[in-house]
């Protein structure tokens, strides 16, 4: 790993291979957005995360799909009023 401004997080070099019709497309792309070489790499990590995230999403779908939309939206309120108590308690704890 290389550390590059002290204010940025630690970042990882990656080699991938891809079609060159993909990476020509996504330069080009790049490009007309008046993006840089440098924006390549914020791009790839953006999708990534997106890619995760509805990945993510459509598990969760699948795991409550047979969940009733009220029973899920109670499982939710006591989740979150949990996590909000516990997190008050730990506060009210601080010096």
């Known amino acids: 790993m290389t550390k590059t401004a002290p204010s940025e997080p630690e970042t990882t070099r990656l ?3 891809w079609s060159k019709q993909a990476d020509h497309a996504l330069r080009s792309y790049l490009g007309a ?3 840089r070489k440098g924006d390549l790499s914020k ?3 953006e999708a990534v995360r ?3 995230f509805h ?3 459509g598990e ?3 795991a409550f799909a047979d969940v ?3 029973k899920l939206q109670k499982m939710i309120d006591e989740a979150v009023e949990d996590v909000r108590a516990k997190h008050y ?3 009210s704890k601080r010096p």
Do not use: L
Request: no cysteine.
């Open 15 to 17: 080699t991938i291979t």
């Open 33 to 35: 957005q008046g993006m």
């Open 43 to 45: 791009f790839i990590e």
């Open 50 to 52: 997106w890619r995760i």
């Open 55 to 57: 990945q993510t999403v």
């Open 60 to 62: 969760a779908r699948e």
């Open 68 to 70: 009733s939309p009220n």
């Open 89 to 91: 308690r730990e506060r």
